[in-house]
T-cell receptor, first 110, second 116 residues
Framework: QKEVEQNSGPLSVPEGAIASLNCTYS??????FFWYRQYSGKSPELIMF????GDKEDGRFTAQLNKASQYVSLLIRDSQPSDSATYLC??????????FGKGTHLIIQP | DGGITQSPKYLFRKEGQNVTLSCEQN?????MYWYRQDPGQGLRLIYY???????QKGDIAEGYSVSREKKESFPLTVTSAQKNPTAFYLC???????????????FGAGSRLTVL
């Protein structure tokens, strides 16, 4: 059974600071990794994905992947109150969709 | 605009009744998926389909059924055999998986089912 682990939080970060969200996964054969943001009562929306070791930057967001440690993270720079949401880490290892973590609840304090 | 339409948005069901949730996409995606989300939980895969007239069970398929008669449509039936059906149901789609496995899932707005 593939597993994706996230700290459920809440993670509280002051406005303007860097928020760091972490995720570990159990399947060494996993090929690609996704971060989704989900506001309360809404469906998940993609922030970014990564499939090569290292960093990938998109605006204020940076995804980091370390396959040897089976670890993926998301950094949010200059955090805004609108970034307050649940962040879901997801992993793909084959053709059967994504395996999701339970999500980390992020609160940006004004 | 291309997207995924789920209906109904809210649904109430009495115990013992079957209900069908609709999912339609106009993104020309080959693959479609059904996930279930419970409060404070991640998404769990119910069924998925990579091609018309073919579908596979996910991690929690018991008590659910699907069909894929058209590329655009992937309805989910929650049967009376599902012991705890109250949940938020999410339909998603993606292009056919490529060698990178990096095909993105696009989600519909979801259907919230409550069993009375």
């Amino acid at each position: 059974q593939k597993e994706v682990e996230q700290n459920s939080g809440p993670l509280s970060v002051p406005e303007g600071a860097i928020a760091s969200l972490n995720c570990t996964y159990s399947d060494r054969g996993s090929q690609s990794f996704f971060w989704y943001r989900q506001y309360s009562g809404k469906s998940p929306e993609l922030i970014m994905f990564i499939y090569s070791n290292g960093d990938k930057e998109d605006g204020r967001f940076t995804a980091q992947l370390n396959k040897a440690s089976q670890y993926v993270s998301l950094l949010i720079r200059d955090s805004q109150p609108s970034d307050s949401a649940t962040y879901l880490c997801a992993v793909r290892g084959g053709a059967d969709g994504l395996t999701f973590g339970k999500g980390t609840h992020l609160i940006i304090q004004p | 605009d291309g997207g995924i339409t789920q209906s109904p948005k809210y649904l109430f069901r009495k115990e013992g009744q079957n209900v069908t949730l609709s999912c339609e996409q106009n993104l020309n995606h080959d693959a479609m998926y059904w996930y279930r989300q419970d409060p404070g939980q991640g998404l769990r895969l119910i069924y998925y389909s990579q091609i018309v007239n073919d579908f596979q069970k996910g991690d929690i398929a018991e008590g659910y059924s699907v069909s894929r008669e058209k590329k655009e449509s992937f309805p989910l039936t929650v049967t009376s055999a599902q012991k705890n059906p109250t949940a938020f149901y999410l339909c998603a789609s993606s292009r056919r998986i490529d060698s990178t496995g990096a095909n993105v899932l696009t989600f519909g707005a979801g259907s919230r089912l409550t069993v009375l």
